[in-house]
């Protein structure tokens, strides 16, 4: 009995779950029930009002016999197209074009159907003026209760959304296919903070159309004018792979507004043509490049790589360990990571030992100054591949310690060098810079001094030595990006040089990309990377500062400090010596640079004993004997503080004959 008792209490318990649990069920199963009797009704009221409206002063005695014949039948062929067609179950927040499309369709069938049938059925009476009255006055009221609880609820939550606390007021750059999956998105996401009053596009056949019920306010030259009268305070850009022109030119229309910007991503194209706001990033300076993104053949890198034994000087710094990072991806038998900053060597070796745990990974520390050390390093390891991106870069640093950027840039070079022919390396590639052209510091001077070690030892060498020369690179330690960030967190003034200071740039990724491509290609003794044009650093600032949603001098200044020691207004990427170069693929040339002079290994050893003497003047003199075209740099006098003249860059004239 009280196991019976039990069983009946557990039957009544589960009943009050189940019947809630059933309700959403049930609800949903019945629902197409409820969709159907709506759709009765209003087909009914339809044709009565088509024929009230016909028969104006009233229905003749015929009419009336078969108009409630006509709308039971009216009623029942319509409702079979509905069901037919799929349209008795119906999603009031999803339907879009095809779905109405599809409502058209069985408008159109029932109609045709009625028709056939009205004569059958002797139904004369009804003109067939009616019948296609009709068929506007229905389509028109089903289409509304479909769609009507749709566009109340969009509305609603527009409405909600503009009145909420943090509600930004939201402009769209692209009326196109992104910006309409982009704006779609926004408006079906309750949490959204983004308001969007509109958008904005070049194409003139969408000047005044909506996209989504939101208007299209102008063409990209209309921005200003736009966000002033609509109080805009987010520009979302929505236009795939917008070029760096366009997002500068877009930036200068803008810069004059407080205003935040985010980016669809450029693989919007590779993304199966679906977009969401969460997809969204912040604008960045490698937005900005005057240069096209550079595509490169992973198969090609990996059948360079994969199976050798490699090793990186400087591989915890910006590029060495940028260059460690992309080895590590293609299977190398061995990888060693040699620097003299423990630390950041301790970090960067647990993270590649996590991210690729299959491939034999060694942190050395070591300064490159130490030949013995560098020897007993290459016999220890034997690596095939020696990438030597360790130095000293900072050029102001460097005019106030000549000798230090002597001991390593050149003599710790030669080390390393040596130690790559010592232990029989198939290539030595030798990380450096656009400095090194026409020298105006001792950085540069040392950098080409590098150079010109390199090819020295390459004379009687095994090993095949390659310099690679670029420019700056964005967002490493040294780069000014960082240091403009900063500023620009810290409330300003972000400061500049000078107004007329340009540097070519490219991003990490593909600098180091093209590194590779170039030292283990076989191209020649000294390849320079197609860095693109220059660009202005104070744009570059004022841009940074715009992308923040900040004013230029005004919410944040732009204070010109002059140029520093061994600094030059612009820098090129070849000498006249070197412009008989060849382009021999994508983004790489091969240039070929004078020898070294004959009395090269007597005049490094002076240079040598003044550096280990701390003799900056003696050091600065041998320079300018072993590189005539080291030239210390004089700075010019102050700079008044300007805003910058936003204009194209010109490449210098030397990079325009190597561009020819």
Not at 368 to 390: K, S, T
Request: charged share 20%; proline share 6%.
């Amino acid at each position: 009995m009280k196991h019976g008792q039990n069983l009946e209490a557990m039957s009544l318990d589960a009943g009050p779950r189940e019947a809630s649990e059933s309700a959403p069920r049930r609800a949903h199963r019945f629902g197409w029930l409820r969709m159907l009797g709506v759709d009765a009704v209003l087909i009914a009221c339809s044709l009565l009002f088509a024929t009230m409206l016909h028969f104006a002063d009233g229905l003749s005695p015929a009419c009336r016999e078969v108009l409630p014949r006509a709308v039971a039948l009216l009623v029942a062929v319509r409702l079979v197209t509905l069901v037919w067609l799929g349209l008795h179950r119906w999603s009031f927040h999803r339907s879009g074009i095809h779905e109405a499309v599809r409502l058209e369709l069985a408008s159109l069938a029932g109609t045709i159907v009625f028709e056939l049938l009205r004569s059958i059925f002797f139904m004369d009476a009804l003109p067939g003026q009616v019948v296609a009255l009709e068929f506007f006055v229905t389509t028109t009221l089903l289409g509304f209760h479909r769609f009507a609880p749709r566009m109340a609820r969009q509305w609603y939550l527009d409405q909600r959304r503009a009145r909420a606390e943090g509600s930004q007021r939201t402009l769209i750059v692209g009326a196109g296919s992104a910006g309409d999956l982009l704006l779609r998105d926004l408006l079906r996401d309750r949490k959204s903070p983004w308001h969007v009053i509109g958008l904005v596009d070049d194409d003139p056949g969408k000047q005044g159309t909506f996209l989504n019920g939101k208007p299209v306010l102008g063409v990209l030259d209309a921005l200003p004018e736009v966000m002033k009268k609509h109080r805009v305070t987010q520009v979302l850009i929505a236009i795939p792979r917008l070029s760096p022109e366009r997002t500068r030119h877009l930036l200068s229309l803008c810069r004059h507004q407080s205003v935040s910007f985010k980016i669809i991503p450029a693989s919007f194209a590779y993304l199966d043509q679906k977009i969401t706001a969460a997809m969204l990033h912040d604008l960045s300076p490698e937005h900005l490049l005057p240069r096209d993104a550079i595509a490169f053949d992973h198969d090609e890198v990996h059948r360079l790589v994969t199976g050798r034994r490699i090793l990186v000087t400087g591989g915890a710094g910006s590029i060495g360990s940028e260059i460690v990072r992309q080895v590590a991806g293609h299977s190398p038998s061995s990888l060693v990571v040699v620097d003299i900053n423990e630390n950041e060597l301790y970090l960067l070796v647990r993270q590649l030992q996590s991210r690729y745990p299959n491939v034999p990974v060694h942190s050395v520390v070591a300064d490159i100054r130490d030949l013995d050390r560098m020897m007993r390093i290459g016999q220890e390891f034997a690596p095939q591949y020696v990438f030597h991106a360790a130095a000293h870069k900072h050029v102001p640093l460097m005019e106030d310690a000549p000798e230090e950027a002597i001991k390593n840039n050149v003599f710790g070079t030669q080390n390393v060098a040596r130690m790559a022919d010592a232990c029989g390396a198939e290539r030595f590639i030798l990380i450096s810079t656009d400095k090194a052209v026409k020298p105006s510091s001792v950085m540069g001077a040392s950098k080409r001094l590098a150079e010109m070690v390199i090819r020295d030892i390459a004379v009687s060498s095994r090993t095949t030595f390659c310099a690679v020369r670029f420019g700056n690179v964005l967002g490493s330690a040294g780069s000014v990006v960082p240091l403009f960030k900063q500023q620009i967190s810290a409330g300003g003034p972000v400061t500049v040089t000078h107004p007329d200071c340009t540097r070519y740039f490219m991003i990490i990724p593909e600098a180091v990309g093209l590194v590779v491509l170039a030292g283990l290609g076989g191209y020649g003794e000294l390849c320079i990377l197609d860095m693109g044009e220059p660009v202005r650093i104070a744009e570059l600032a004022a841009n940074m500062i715009t992308m923040t949603g900040l004013v230029p001098d005004k919410d944040i200044s732009i204070v010109y400090t002059g140029l520093r020691p061994g600094e030059k207004l612009e820098e090129v990427l070849m000498s006249e010596e070197e412009e008989l170069s060849h382009q021999v693929r994508n983004r790489i040339k091969v240039a070929r640079s004078p020898a070294p002079p004959a009395d090269f290994l007597l005049q490094l050893k002076r240079l040598d004993r003044a550096a280990r003497a701390g003799d900056a003047s003696d050091v600065k003199r041998a320079l300018q004997d072993l590189i005539p075209a080291y030239t210390p740099s004089k700075p010019p006098g102050p700079v008044a503080k300007v805003l910058p003249a936003f204009a194209p860059v010109k490449a210098p004239v030397a990079e325009k004959n190597v561009s020819a």
